[in-house]
């Protein structure tokens, strides 16, 4: 399916690997012309060479933190006028909300709610002018189904899709839509960072852990990243204009709700 997205420009943030790359990558090979975002500037630079090189769009970056003003302002500056942003920012450590000051909770609600809501202030209003947008949101699937130890990316995270919940239903008679991805288990360096805290309680090995966490999971496996791209490049597709202000779980059938 071409999802007439070719010669687009899209602002992707935390891009340089993982379910940001996927959705880089996955816009990349419908011919969008990216400006990438993430932390470190080695890691986004290989990833920007290699998708260059293999899809022969423009790719831009600006690294550095998107928690910043001055981050925003320069990937603004290389993209004035996008067509689709992919908000996307690790979420918070998990921990006892007892053990949680102002600091702990001042950094989840300005990566993960604050940070998206400056960006989409900041493009949405041209994409209404000009006909075209489309904003995806990634956030999680404990957006669906709260985790106990993950309190600060539960709240900073709710409160985002509560945000986009009355947003949405305002932008899309313009053509542009605002929907949120919330994964699952996806085998990324980011899963297996997550484990790492049940292997050094457990004393069990990270391969130990991984098959248990497969072995709980419907689908018996774990997302690939490839998977999440597709579904965010179709979100920002031509075809998705009558999809706006939902949240998709990816997460293999964990999730054992209806609705």
């Known amino acids: 399916m071409d999802l007439g997205i070719k010669g687009r420009c899209a602002i992707v943030c935390a891009a340089s690997k993982g379910l940001g790359r996927a959705c880089a990558e996955a816009l990349a090979a419908e011919g969008v012309q990216l400006v990438l975002n993430a932390r470190g500037s080695e ?16 790719v831009l970056t600006v690294a550095g933190d998107v928690t910043t003003t001055a981050v925003q302002q320069a990937l603004l500056a ?10 996307n920012a690790g979420g918070p450590p998990p921990g006892d909300f007892r053990n949680w000051g102002d600091e702990e909770w001042h950094a989840a609600l300005q ?5 998206p809501i400056y960006l989409i ?8 002018a000009r006909g075209f947008g489309r904003i995806v949101n990634i956030t999680s699937a404990a957006v669906k189904a709260p985790i106990g130890v993950l309190g600060l990316s539960n709240g900073a995270r709710a409160g985002l ?21 919330l994964p699952g288990p996806f085998d990324t360096d980011r899963l297996n960072a997550t484990l790492q805290g049940v292997v050094e309680k457990t004393g069990q090995s990270l391969e130990q852990v991984r098959e248990a966490r497969r072995n709980g999971n ?21 075809h998705a204009g009558y999809i706006t202000g939902q949240n998709i779980l990816l997460d293999g059938g964990a999730f054992p709700g209806t609705l």
Do not use: W
């Not at 290389?78 to 908000?87: R, T």
């Not at 986009?164 to 305002?170: H, M, S, T």
């Open 43 to 58: 890691a986004l630079e290989a990833t920007a060479s290699d998708l260059r090189t293999r899809y022969r769009v423009e």
């Open 78 to 87: 290389a993209c004035p006028q996008p067509d689709i942003l992919v908000n």
């Open 111 to 115: 990566a993960n709610m604050l940070t």
């Open 121 to 128: 202030k900041a493009v949405v209003d041209g994409m209404m």
């Open 161 to 181: 899709t509560g945000f986009v919940a009355g947003l949405a239903r305002e932008t899309v008679a313009h053509n542009v839509t605002i929907n949120a991805l």
């Open 218 to 238: 419907p689908a018996r496996r774990f997302g690939q990243p490839q998977e999440f791209g597709a579904a965010c490049a179709f979100l920002c597709s031509q």
